[in-house]
């Protein structure tokens, strides 16, 4: 089940916030923590990182584009690893 | 995140500290170094307690996320072969010169600790710029919807700051007094305000150390930082002499 990249609550005024520029591509593998996407207002880049470990499915807000907090930024699809691992702990 | 009268009130209370280091001309990579490994620490204490380096820079162009090719005055080539190095990074804001003259400031702040968000901090950077200004006898403003701090003359202080792992890095520039036939190598701003400095807007030299007394003490205490630790050098530097040679 692919877990959604949101956009974290950085900012509480209404000024806009912009998807600077994403720093990983659809299919590449991500650690959890990694930078993925940065967001930008005036003067002052975001930096984005990873909910989990995995492979990041799609990008789906583009350089340029307008976002705000929780709105979905990309989707990962969790690691094999770490689906087992879970599955270990619940036996 | 918290509103920002709740972010007032918690970084009024705190009584962190913070370390601030005054550390004269440093060249731009020796300056990443020390960034990365304060950055670092900071990380891995988690805690409130911060830094704040204070510096210049040898002549070199950085071009932030808001910068593109059409701000740069020559080719990439033109400035390689005036040694002027030109390096795209991740900070927010458009192309820089920085060289002698100007006052770099990198405030290293964990956001998370002392209750602040992306706009906050960007509004805590820009009020310091305002209150600095007013004190060095400047009126100046902030542009609307943007970061870009101007006097009568034109724009005189940069914001160019970054935020990873909810701690800033980067920071603000000012120009106090450098060669301004420098600065000519970098075109006027997305709003048409010239570029300039404090001494050209007061129409006398600025105080290059007024200027670091005055947005320090406004840095720590828009952050809340009740104490501060100052040091005017950094262990891990090494005083050196190296020539640079530049032909606008």
Redesign the interface.
């Known amino acids: 089940m692919p877990t959604p990249i949101l956009v974290p609550p950085v900012i509480s005024s209404p000024q806009p916030l912009k998807v600077s520029l994403w720093l990983t591509h659809a299919g590449e593998e991500v650690a959890s923590g990694d930078r993925v996407v940065e967001l930008l207002i005036p003067g002052v880049t975001f930096d984005v990182e990873a909910p989990c470990a995995g492979m990041i499915v799609s990008c789906e807000c583009q350089a340029g584009a307008e976002v705000s907090t929780g709105m979905v930024l990309g989707w990962i699809e969790p690691q094999d690893s770490e689906a087992a691992a879970d599955g270990n702990t619940e036996d | ?1 918290n ?2 009268d709740a972010d007032r009130n918690q970084t009024n209370q705190r009584n962190a500290s913070i370390k601030v280091y005054m550390l004269g001309c440093v060249d731009f990579d020796s300056f990443l170094v020390l960034q990365e490994r304060e950055f670092q620490q900071i990380r891995q204490q988690g805690t409130d307690q911060a830094t704040l380096f204070v510096c210049e820079h040898p002549p070199l162009i950085t071009v ?3 910068g593109s090719h059409a701000q740069l005055a020559q080719s990439s080539q033109e400035f390689k072969a005036s040694q002027l190095e030109v390096r795209w990074i ?4 458009g192309a820089l010169l920085h060289a002698p003259g100007q006052l770099a400031v990198y405030p290293l702040l964990p956001l998370k600790q002392i209750g602040l ?7 805590r ?1 820009v009020q310091s710029l305002l209150e600095m200004s007013a004190e060095q006898g400047i009126a100046a403003d902030q542009y609307p ?4 701090i101007f006097g009568r003359c034109g724009q005189f202080a ?8 909810w701690i800033s890095y980067y920071g603000l520039y000012i120009n106090v007094s450098p060669d301004m036939k420098l600065q000519r190598l970098i075109d006027a701003n997305q709003h048409d305000h010239r570029l300039t400095s404090l001494s050209a807007t007061l129409t006398r030299e600025a105080s290059m150390s007024s200027v670091r007394e005055s947005i320090v003490r406004n840095l720590v205490q828009q952050f809340g930082y009740q104490q501060t630790h100052i040091f005017t050098r950094h262990p891990l530097l090494h005083r050196v002499k190296k020539k640079v040679y530049v032909h606008p």
């Open positions: 995140m509103s920002p932030g996320r808001e991740n900070r927010g804001g968000g992306m706009d906050d901090f960007q509004n950077l919807n943007s970061s870009d940069f914001l160019g700051a970054a935020i990873k792992s």
